[in-house]
């Protein structure tokens, strides 16, 4: 359930019309209400607030004014706002599209405008055809007078935000803060389920090895978006069975691919037995949301992958601008130490009763950080102020490793790092100073407890 519910608050919080629509629904019920007031008392109340109007055809031309001048700016707004996602889109890729259309300050400057807009129609359809001796409504065009102010505030802000946000050290820092906040929010649901199954060496079958009459096998072609592993641990307990499921949220599935495997726990071969393993395959591919594409609120790798393509389409020929791969390189690094949590490959859950119920394939360390590190690696080979830093971040990372196996991995990047520099770059010193950035990783101790001194404190 909590996945499901992750997956649509990233849906809504990545759509750029809601914002403008709960900003047109506040509007229009302003109007009412302030139309709904009896105008003559709020006049007494605030005498010296409120405009001197005597006449209702003044206040309606004046609002229709108004609302002609706000379409003009929300229509101006909206065209820079389709340029500034024309050259996110072709300096820093596509994919970058969803943050600019996620950002909070762009969803409310249009939500500004839009709910002005149709405060000020609600407001002139509510006048309708009243007679000149009808009461003044004075608050509305107190408020409206107020709202057209406000969105001029709002559109020279606007601008400015815009003019900043496609900065593309901007746009990595806040691509990288999003990276660190997916990486903490599945560490805070994961890591116990991976402890778990680091303790007890757990390993996940091979799905060529998965019997056809108890494998799982999806019905969809698409991007695992996410899996609601509680619910499934629930459907195992019911149908007292084991699940094993060989996919992760970010893999690409095919339909009719296997993706686990239902264990039942008792030899039972009544046809009620079967109905019950058919139910439970049926509840199962519920619970794995299949979609058209990846989700990054879900999907850390692919959360990774936002920063890496901006460091990619940096060092295009086209754009050749390594200062904003170096960029991101680093803020990669940034990040990396936060996804050391993830140790082990696969997570396991168990019921109330204390029984295994799920095993189930996880991101780890290893591959967020080839994720993070192989394209862009393969990408500059030849470049050393780029291999440089990563070389120089491996060492900061090994630093920080829990395991020997995450040793191992970086000491496995340090060597891809080092045979690129010895094969592609013809400097010899600059080849030098690469290969020995690499060599501090690969000779890298592991740090030993001074039990001596431990004992005399």
């Known amino acids: 359930m909590v996945q499901r519910l992750i997956r649509v608050w990233e849906f809504l919080t990545y759509s750029l019309w809601v914002s403008p629509l709960l900003f ?14 009896p105008q003559d008392i709020l006049r ?8 001197g109007f005597n006449e209702i055809q003044a206040v309606r031309g004046l609002l229709e004014t108004l609302l002609a001048t706000l379409v003009t700016l929300t229509t101006f707004a909206l065209s820079i706002t389709m340029v500034v996602l024309t050259l996110a889109a072709g300096s820093l890729g596509p994919r970058m599209i ?10 409310n400057a249009l939500g500004t405008f839009v709910g002005s807009i149709l405060f000020l129609i609600t407001s002139l359809m509510l006048m309708g055809e009243k007679p000149d001796s009808a009461p003044v409504p004075h608050l509305a065009v107190t408020v409206g007078i107020a709202l057209f102010v406000i969105s001029v505030f709002v559109l020279i802000l606007f601008v400015h935000h815009l003019g900043r946000s496609i900065v593309a050290d901007e746009v990595i820092q806040r691509v990288g803060k999003n990276l660190e ?9 994961l890591t116990d389920p991976i402890k778990a199954a680091e303790s007890a060496q757990t390993t996940l ?8 009459d108890q494998a799982i096998c999806v019905a969809s072609s698409g991007y695992v978006q996410g899996v609601d592993y509680e619910k499934i641990c629930e459907i195992a307990k019911q149908t ?4 094993s499921l060989v996919i992760r949220a970010g893999q690409h599935v095919l339909i009719g691919d296997i993706v686990g495997r239902i264990t039942p726990l008792k030899d039972d071969v009544s046809k009620q037995a079967q109905d019950n393993i058919e139910q439970c395959h049926a509840d199962i591919l519920e619970a794995i949301m299949i979609g058209s594409h990846r989700t990054a609120m879900l999907d850390v790798e692919f959360a990774l992958r936002q920063l890496v393509e901006v460091a990619l389409r940096a060092l295009s020929p086209g754009i050749n601008d390594p200062f904003t791969a170096i960029a991101a390189i680093y803020r990669l690094g940034d990040a990396l130490p936060h996804a050391m949590q993830f140790r082990y490959p696969v997570g396991i859950w168990r019921d109330d009763d204390d029984e295994v119920r799920l095993h189930a394939l996880m991101s780890d360390f290893g591959g967020m950080l080839g994720a993070a590190y192989d394209q862009i690696r393969q990408s500059a080979t030849a470049k050393p102020d780029v291999l440089l830093p990563m070389a120089e971040i491996l060492e900061s990372l090994m630093r920080l490793a829990e395991t020997d196996h995450q040793r191992e991995v970086l000491r496995t990047h340090a060597r891809m790092i080092a045979n690129a520099a010895e094969r592609d770059i013809p400097e010899e010193n ?17 740090p030993v407890k001074n039990s001596a001194s431990e004992e005399d404190a």
């Open 98 to 107: 969803r943050n600019f259309m996620g950002d909070n300050k762009t969803q």
């Open 24 to 37: 047109a629904l506040g509007g229009a019920a302003l109007a009412v209400g302030i139309m709904a007031a």
């Open 205 to 212: 079958p091979d799905p060529q090895d998965i019997p056809r």
């Open 240 to 243: 007292d069975t084991r699940i």
């Open 44 to 51: 007494d109340m605030f005498p010296s607030l409120l405009p």
């Open 430 to 446: 600059d080849r030098k100073t690469v290969v020995r950035a690499a060599t501090r990783v690969l000779h890298h101790q592991k």
């Open 181 to 189: 906040e997916t990486i903490q929010s599945a560490s805070n649901t």
